[in-house]
């Protein structure tokens, strides 16, 4: 083989590899819709004033649903003494999660590819998601009525019509409205 044979195979491999790559991309990406919800992060510069409001402590337990790179669970295992879980369908955002949470040393939060419907929320003192409004009525029941009393709900983006007798707090940043409800 000439050299010019070499790097033309290589050329092949290299746009071959980044095809394949883009696809499987694409096609999580779409995953994620189908399951309930794109995969949108909630921007970095919103996130500490959604934590301050949250009215995290020491000891609590946090689920984010649909988690995807885990960056409020991170954000807050950063600042307080609590254990967390984040649970998300598409296996991309959370393989980033606990890479990041492992270079980090976040050892007391751990990241599952799960669906939002398999997972218990009764032991959750507060709950983070950044969901769409036709996925949230499909998690009334579990909001409702598998939430401990007390337990934080906190919604970024889109208020929960059924828990609106529960609604503390609302804030608001350059694009989202951030909704807080607390289970009594
Ligand atoms: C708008 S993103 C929010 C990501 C992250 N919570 C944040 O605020 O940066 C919604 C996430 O929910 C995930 N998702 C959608 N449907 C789901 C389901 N049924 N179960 C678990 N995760 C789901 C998507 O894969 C996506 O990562």
Not at 73 to 79: D, G, S
Request: without cysteine; proline residues 2%.
């Amino acid at each position: 083989m000439t050299l010019n044979e070499v790097l033309y195979v290589l050329l092949i491999f290299i746009e071959l590899t980044f095809l394949i790559a883009a696809s499987v991309y694409m096609i999580l990406l779409n995953y994620s819709w189908l399951k309930g919800a794109p995969y949108v992060a909630t921007k970095k510069k919103s996130l500490k004033e959604i934590i301050n409001n949250a009215k995290i402590t020491d000891g609590n337990h946090i689920i984010e649903l649909g988690s995807g790179d885990g960056r409020f669970l991170r954000t807050v295992a950063k600042q307080y003494q609590i254990t967390g879980l984040g649970v998300d369908v598409n296996p991309l955002p959370i393989f980033k999660a606990r890479i990041i949470a492992r270079l980090q040393n976040l050892t007391t939060v751990e990241f599952k590819i799960q669906d939002i419907r398999d997972t218990d929320l009764s032991e959750a003192d507060v709950i983070y998601m950044y969901l769409i409004p036709k996925f949230i009525q499909k998690i009334k029941n579990q909001l409702l009525h598998k939430t401990k009393k007390g337990a934080i709900i906190v919604s970024h983006g889109f208020k929960i019509d059924y828990l609106e007798q529960y609604l503390v707090n609302t804030i608001t940043d350059e694009t989202f409205k951030t909704y807080f409800y607390k289970r009594s």
